[in-house]
Protein backbone atom coordinates (compact mmCIF):
# COMPACT_ATOMS: atom_id res chain seq x y z
CA UNK A 1 0.00 0.00 0.00
CA UNK A 2 2.97 2.55 0.77
CA UNK A 3 4.16 1.49 -2.55
CA UNK A 4 1.18 2.55 -4.48
CA UNK A 5 0.48 5.63 -2.57
CA UNK A 6 4.10 6.67 -3.27
CA UNK A 7 3.97 5.72 -7.42
CA UNK A 8 0.36 8.26 -6.88
CA UNK A 9 2.28 10.53 -5.31
CA UNK A 10 5.17 10.33 -7.88
CA UNK A 11 2.78 10.18 -10.88
CA UNK A 12 0.75 13.55 -9.29
CA UNK A 13 3.83 15.18 -8.99
CA UNK A 14 5.14 14.15 -12.28
CA UNK A 15 1.78 15.27 -13.43
CA UNK A 16 2.11 18.60 -12.37
CA UNK A 17 5.60 19.38 -13.09
CA UNK A 18 4.29 18.37 -16.82
CA UNK A 19 1.34 21.03 -16.24
CA UNK A 20 3.91 23.70 -15.35
CA UNK A 21 6.41 23.28 -18.01
CA UNK A 22 3.96 23.15 -20.89
CA UNK A 23 2.51 26.49 -19.32
CA UNK A 24 5.77 28.12 -19.59
CA UNK A 25 6.74 26.90 -23.08
CA UNK A 26 3.26 28.32 -23.98
CA UNK A 27 4.26 32.08 -22.14
CA UNK A 28 7.28 31.64 -23.81
CA UNK A 29 6.14 30.98 -27.53
CA UNK A 30 3.56 33.74 -27.32
CA UNK A 31 3.83 36.41 -29.25
CA UNK A 32 5.12 39.64 -28.28
CA UNK A 33 2.58 42.06 -27.95
CA UNK A 34 2.05 45.40 -30.13
CA UNK A 35 2.12 48.16 -28.44
CA UNK A 36 2.33 51.41 -29.74
CA UNK A 37 3.83 54.78 -27.91
CA UNK A 38 1.98 57.92 -29.10
CA UNK A 39 4.29 61.53 -28.76
CA UNK A 40 3.37 64.76 -29.30
CA UNK A 41 6.82 66.80 -28.39
CA UNK A 42 10.06 65.44 -28.15
CA UNK A 43 11.52 69.13 -27.74
CA UNK A 44 13.37 68.22 -24.11
CA UNK A 45 15.25 66.21 -22.42
CA UNK A 46 12.76 64.68 -20.65
CA UNK A 47 10.88 63.70 -23.25
CA UNK A 48 13.87 62.18 -25.56
CA UNK A 49 15.10 60.09 -22.26
CA UNK A 50 10.97 59.19 -21.67
CA UNK A 51 11.47 57.42 -25.55
CA UNK A 52 15.31 55.74 -24.57
CA UNK A 53 14.02 54.07 -21.72
CA UNK A 54 10.80 52.95 -23.27
CA UNK A 55 12.94 51.01 -25.76
CA UNK A 56 15.13 49.80 -22.85
CA UNK A 57 12.64 48.44 -20.74
CA UNK A 58 11.59 45.95 -23.97
CA UNK A 59 14.95 44.77 -24.42
CA UNK A 60 16.05 43.86 -21.00
CA UNK A 61 14.51 42.31 -17.78
CA UNK A 62 10.95 41.02 -17.39
CA UNK A 63 9.44 42.45 -20.67
CA UNK A 64 12.56 41.46 -22.65
CA UNK A 65 11.05 39.53 -26.02
CA UNK A 66 7.52 40.33 -24.75
CA UNK A 67 6.77 43.65 -26.65
CA UNK A 68 6.96 44.68 -29.97
CA UNK A 69 7.15 48.99 -29.09
CA UNK A 70 6.96 51.22 -31.76
CA UNK A 71 6.83 54.62 -31.29
CA UNK A 72 5.19 57.62 -33.51
CA UNK A 73 6.78 61.47 -32.82
CA UNK A 74 4.13 63.77 -34.39
CA UNK A 75 4.81 67.57 -34.34
CA UNK A 76 3.19 69.42 -31.27
CA UNK A 77 -1.04 70.04 -32.49
CA UNK A 78 -3.52 68.00 -31.42
CA UNK A 79 -5.00 67.80 -35.00
CA UNK A 80 -1.25 65.67 -35.77
CA UNK A 81 -1.61 63.62 -32.97
CA UNK A 82 -5.14 62.54 -33.59
CA UNK A 83 -4.60 61.59 -37.19
CA UNK A 84 -1.56 59.79 -36.02
CA UNK A 85 -3.34 58.00 -33.39
CA UNK A 86 -6.24 57.13 -35.87
CA UNK A 87 -3.46 55.64 -38.06
CA UNK A 88 -2.55 53.24 -35.36
CA UNK A 89 -5.94 52.61 -34.43
CA UNK A 90 -6.51 50.85 -38.01
CA UNK A 91 -3.32 48.74 -37.45
CA UNK A 92 -5.08 47.02 -34.62
CA UNK A 93 -2.24 46.80 -31.71
CA UNK A 94 -2.63 45.57 -28.60
CA UNK A 95 -2.11 48.63 -26.43
CA UNK A 96 -1.45 52.36 -27.44
CA UNK A 97 0.24 54.25 -24.63
CA UNK A 98 -0.36 58.54 -24.91
CA UNK A 99 1.80 61.03 -23.75
CA UNK A 100 -1.11 63.34 -24.55
CA UNK A 101 -1.18 66.92 -26.07
CA UNK A 102 -4.03 67.43 -24.69
CA UNK A 103 -6.48 66.05 -21.92
CA UNK A 104 -9.50 66.51 -23.50
CA UNK A 105 -9.43 66.95 -26.81
CA UNK A 106 -8.11 63.63 -27.64
CA UNK A 107 -11.01 61.78 -25.81
CA UNK A 108 -12.86 60.68 -28.80
CA UNK A 109 -10.09 59.03 -30.16
CA UNK A 110 -8.54 57.75 -27.45
CA UNK A 111 -12.65 56.30 -26.84
CA UNK A 112 -12.71 54.93 -30.39
CA UNK A 113 -9.29 52.51 -29.46
CA UNK A 114 -10.52 51.41 -26.45
CA UNK A 115 -14.22 50.56 -28.40
CA UNK A 116 -12.21 48.38 -30.71
CA UNK A 117 -10.63 46.38 -27.95
CA UNK A 118 -7.37 48.35 -27.79
CA UNK A 119 -5.69 48.97 -24.30
CA UNK A 120 -5.14 52.77 -23.86
CA UNK A 121 -2.60 53.89 -21.11
CA UNK A 122 -2.41 57.67 -21.05
CA UNK A 123 0.96 58.92 -18.85
CA UNK A 124 3.27 61.75 -18.10
CA UNK A 125 0.13 64.18 -19.69
CA UNK A 126 -2.69 62.24 -19.13
CA UNK A 127 -6.29 62.45 -21.16
CA UNK A 128 -9.25 62.60 -19.10
CA UNK A 129 -11.37 59.75 -21.35
CA UNK A 130 -12.44 57.14 -18.58
CA UNK A 131 -11.77 54.56 -20.37
CA UNK A 132 -7.67 55.21 -20.70
CA UNK A 133 -5.48 54.21 -17.52
CA UNK A 134 -3.90 57.38 -16.22
CA UNK A 135 -0.05 56.79 -15.43
CA UNK A 136 1.43 60.23 -13.52
CA UNK A 137 3.40 61.11 -10.97
CA UNK A 138 1.69 62.14 -7.39
CA UNK A 139 1.18 65.69 -7.96
CA UNK A 140 -0.11 66.45 -4.55
CA UNK A 141 2.68 64.59 -2.74
CA UNK A 142 5.40 65.77 -4.26
CA UNK A 143 5.77 69.51 -3.20
CA UNK A 144 4.33 68.47 0.15
CA UNK A 145 6.82 66.39 1.21
CA UNK A 146 9.86 68.84 -0.40
CA UNK A 147 7.66 71.91 1.96
CA UNK A 148 8.32 69.92 4.55
CA UNK A 149 11.80 69.31 3.93
CA UNK A 150 12.09 72.61 3.39
CA UNK A 151 10.24 74.14 7.10
CA UNK A 152 12.48 71.02 8.78
CA UNK A 153 15.75 72.70 7.27
CA UNK A 154 14.78 76.18 8.55
CA UNK A 155 13.44 74.86 12.24
CA UNK A 156 10.23 76.81 11.17
CA UNK A 157 11.18 80.53 10.76
CA UNK A 158 12.92 82.22 8.09
CA UNK A 159 12.07 83.65 4.52
CA UNK A 160 11.87 81.96 1.60
CA UNK A 161 11.65 82.82 -1.93
CA UNK A 162 9.35 80.90 -4.65
CA UNK A 163 8.67 79.99 -7.86
CA UNK A 164 5.49 79.68 -9.88
CA UNK A 165 6.57 77.73 -12.55
CA UNK A 166 4.70 78.49 -16.10
CA UNK A 167 2.34 80.59 -16.23
CA UNK A 168 -0.79 78.64 -17.05
CA UNK A 169 0.64 75.33 -16.60
CA UNK A 170 -1.53 73.38 -14.61
CA UNK A 171 0.81 71.57 -13.03
CA UNK A 172 2.91 74.62 -11.56
CA UNK A 173 -0.36 75.90 -10.12
CA UNK A 174 -0.48 72.63 -8.40
CA UNK A 175 2.69 73.25 -7.12
CA UNK A 176 2.85 76.53 -5.93
CA UNK A 177 -0.26 75.19 -4.11
CA UNK A 178 1.40 72.66 -2.89
CA UNK A 179 4.01 74.40 -1.15
CA UNK A 180 1.78 76.97 0.25
CA UNK A 181 -0.40 74.83 1.82
CA UNK A 182 2.29 72.90 3.77
CA UNK A 183 4.21 76.51 4.51
CA UNK A 184 0.98 77.96 5.67
CA UNK A 185 1.32 75.58 9.01
CA UNK A 186 4.40 77.36 9.98
CA UNK A 187 3.48 81.21 10.80
CA UNK A 188 6.83 82.47 11.14
CA UNK A 189 8.03 81.64 7.22
CA UNK A 190 7.77 84.10 5.41
CA UNK A 191 7.10 83.83 1.22
CA UNK A 192 8.66 87.42 0.32
CA UNK A 193 8.63 87.05 -3.19
CA UNK A 194 7.57 85.39 -6.19
CA UNK A 195 9.16 84.83 -9.48
CA UNK A 196 8.16 82.78 -12.40
CA UNK A 197 11.26 80.30 -13.65
CA UNK A 198 9.50 78.56 -16.58
CA UNK A 199 11.13 75.39 -15.87
CA UNK A 200 14.61 76.76 -17.53
CA UNK A 201 18.01 77.76 -15.79
CA UNK A 202 17.75 81.30 -17.14
CA UNK A 203 14.34 82.48 -16.10
CA UNK A 204 14.91 80.76 -12.84
CA UNK A 205 18.25 82.26 -12.17
CA UNK A 206 17.50 85.85 -13.29
CA UNK A 207 14.11 85.60 -11.35
CA UNK A 208 16.04 84.76 -8.10
CA UNK A 209 18.65 87.42 -8.03
CA UNK A 210 16.13 89.95 -8.71
CA UNK A 211 14.55 88.83 -5.45
CA UNK A 212 17.90 88.65 -3.49
CA UNK A 213 18.73 92.11 -4.53
CA UNK A 214 15.59 93.06 -3.55
CA UNK A 215 15.72 90.99 0.12
CA UNK A 216 18.72 91.62 2.57
CA UNK A 217 17.58 88.73 4.47
CA UNK A 218 16.58 85.50 2.29
CA UNK A 219 16.53 81.68 3.96
CA UNK A 220 15.67 79.06 1.33
CA UNK A 221 14.00 78.60 -2.03
CA UNK A 222 11.61 76.93 -3.43
CA UNK A 223 12.00 76.49 -7.15
CA UNK A 224 10.13 74.50 -9.62
CA UNK A 225 13.05 73.46 -11.48
CA UNK A 226 16.42 72.73 -11.64
CA UNK A 227 17.70 74.43 -8.17
CA UNK A 228 21.19 74.74 -9.63
CA UNK A 229 20.39 78.26 -11.45
CA UNK A 230 19.11 79.52 -7.87
CA UNK A 231 22.36 78.49 -5.99
CA UNK A 232 23.91 80.01 -9.09
CA UNK A 233 22.22 83.47 -8.35
CA UNK A 234 23.52 83.09 -4.50
CA UNK A 235 26.54 82.60 -5.69
CA UNK A 236 26.25 85.72 -7.96
CA UNK A 237 25.09 87.68 -5.39
CA UNK A 238 28.05 86.83 -2.85
CA UNK A 239 24.97 85.46 -0.74
CA UNK A 240 25.22 82.48 2.08
CA UNK A 241 24.03 79.16 0.15
CA UNK A 242 20.49 78.47 1.84
CA UNK A 243 18.38 75.48 1.48
CA UNK A 244 16.82 74.97 -2.12
CA UNK A 245 14.04 72.73 -3.36
CA UNK A 246 13.90 71.87 -7.03
CA UNK A 247 13.77 68.89 -9.19
CA UNK A 248 15.70 66.34 -9.79
CA UNK A 249 17.88 67.08 -13.22
CA UNK A 250 21.40 66.07 -13.33
CA UNK A 251 22.71 69.18 -13.13
CA UNK A 252 20.50 70.05 -10.42
CA UNK A 253 22.38 66.71 -8.78
CA UNK A 254 25.33 67.69 -9.14
CA UNK A 255 25.15 70.90 -8.39
CA UNK A 256 24.24 70.13 -4.94
CA UNK A 257 26.80 67.85 -4.26
CA UNK A 258 29.59 69.99 -5.31
CA UNK A 259 28.65 73.41 -3.74
CA UNK A 260 30.14 73.76 -0.31
CA UNK A 261 27.23 73.88 2.41
CA UNK A 262 24.52 73.41 -0.04
CA UNK A 263 21.60 72.03 1.01
CA UNK A 264 18.85 70.33 -1.98
CA UNK A 265 15.71 68.17 -1.96
CA UNK A 266 14.98 67.52 -5.34
CA UNK A 267 11.41 65.95 -6.19
CA UNK A 268 11.00 63.76 -9.19
CA UNK A 269 8.53 63.68 -12.32
CA UNK A 270 10.32 60.47 -13.47
CA UNK A 271 10.81 59.56 -16.90
CA UNK A 272 10.38 56.09 -16.86
CA UNK A 273 6.80 56.94 -16.53
CA UNK A 274 6.91 55.06 -20.55
CA UNK A 275 7.61 52.10 -18.47
CA UNK A 276 5.51 52.14 -15.93
CA UNK A 277 3.21 52.29 -18.83
CA UNK A 278 4.17 49.49 -20.55
CA UNK A 279 4.40 47.18 -17.55
CA UNK A 280 0.85 48.07 -16.85
CA UNK A 281 -0.24 47.28 -20.45
CA UNK A 282 1.48 43.83 -20.29
CA UNK A 283 -0.06 43.46 -16.92
CA UNK A 284 -3.84 43.76 -18.31
CA UNK A 285 -3.35 42.47 -21.44
CA UNK A 286 -1.56 39.28 -19.46
CA UNK A 287 -4.36 38.79 -17.27
CA UNK A 288 -7.66 40.48 -18.47
CA UNK A 289 -7.44 41.85 -15.40
CA UNK A 290 -7.82 45.78 -15.17
CA UNK A 291 -6.35 47.66 -11.82
CA UNK A 292 -9.27 49.20 -9.39
CA UNK A 293 -8.53 52.80 -9.73
CA UNK A 294 -8.38 54.42 -13.58
CA UNK A 295 -5.38 56.59 -12.05
CA UNK A 296 -2.35 55.05 -11.33
CA UNK A 297 -0.01 56.76 -8.88
CA UNK A 298 4.17 57.14 -9.58
CA UNK A 299 5.64 57.62 -6.63
CA UNK A 300 9.46 58.55 -7.95
CA UNK A 301 12.24 59.44 -5.09
CA UNK A 302 13.56 62.49 -3.80
CA UNK A 303 17.24 63.22 -4.30
CA UNK A 304 18.72 64.78 -1.43
CA UNK A 305 21.63 65.86 0.39
CA UNK A 306 19.39 65.89 4.06
CA UNK A 307 17.15 62.45 4.17
CA UNK A 308 14.42 62.81 6.52
CA UNK A 309 11.24 61.01 7.68
CA UNK A 310 8.50 62.44 6.01
CA UNK A 311 5.42 62.94 8.90
CA UNK A 312 2.73 64.08 5.80
CA UNK A 313 3.44 60.99 3.62
CA UNK A 314 5.37 58.25 6.07
CA UNK A 315 7.56 55.88 4.40
CA UNK A 316 8.96 58.39 1.17
CA UNK A 317 12.23 57.03 -0.08
CA UNK A 318 14.65 59.29 0.29
CA UNK A 319 17.70 58.94 -1.95
CA UNK A 320 20.90 60.41 -0.86
CA UNK A 321 22.64 62.79 -3.35
CA UNK A 322 26.13 60.48 -4.55
CA UNK A 323 28.58 62.16 -7.46
CA UNK A 324 28.90 58.82 -9.36
CA UNK A 325 26.25 56.70 -8.01
CA UNK A 326 22.94 59.28 -8.58
CA UNK A 327 25.18 62.07 -10.16
CA UNK A 328 26.60 62.05 -12.90
CA UNK A 329 29.34 64.50 -14.31
CA UNK A 330 30.29 62.43 -17.88
CA UNK A 331 26.03 62.67 -18.44
CA UNK A 332 23.96 65.16 -20.19
CA UNK A 333 22.70 67.94 -17.40
CA UNK A 334 19.05 67.39 -18.27
CA UNK A 335 19.34 63.66 -17.78
CA UNK A 336 16.27 63.21 -15.00
CA UNK A 337 17.19 61.16 -11.85
CA UNK A 338 15.82 58.10 -10.76
CA UNK A 339 16.84 57.12 -13.64
CA UNK A 340 15.02 53.56 -13.40
CA UNK A 341 11.76 51.82 -11.69
CA UNK A 342 12.55 48.62 -9.11
CA UNK A 343 11.68 45.70 -11.71
CA UNK A 344 14.23 46.60 -14.30
CA UNK A 345 18.10 48.21 -14.65
CA UNK A 346 18.47 51.08 -16.69
CA UNK A 347 22.04 52.80 -16.32
CA UNK A 348 22.50 56.61 -16.63
CA UNK A 349 24.21 55.60 -20.25
CA UNK A 350 21.13 53.67 -21.48
CA UNK A 351 18.41 56.74 -20.14
CA UNK A 352 21.20 59.23 -21.53
CA UNK A 353 21.64 57.91 -25.11
CA UNK A 354 25.78 57.98 -24.77
CA UNK A 355 25.58 54.20 -24.81
Excluded at 56 to 76: M, Q, Y
Excluded at 103 to 118: M, Q, V, W, Y
Excluded at 265 to 290: F, H, M, R, W
Aim: glycine residues 10%.
Amino acid sequence: MKSLSRNIGLAALAATMMAIGMHAGHTEDKKPYTIYLSNNFVGNDWRQQMERVATVSVNKGPLKGRVDLKIENVENTVQAQINSLNNIIRQKPDAILVDAGSDSALNPTIKKACDAGIVVISFDQVVTEPCAFAVASDWDRIPSVMAEWMAKQLGGKGNIILDRGLAGAPISAQLQQGYEKVLAKYPDIKVVGYYNGNYALGPEQSGVAALLAANPQIDGIMTQGYGSGAIQALKDAGRPIVPVVGFSYNVAALTCAQTQGAKCILGSNPAYLSSEAIKLAVDILDTGKKPAERSVSVKGDFVTTDPFESQLYPGTKMIKIAVGENAFPDQAPGLTLPITPDWVEITAAEAAGSK
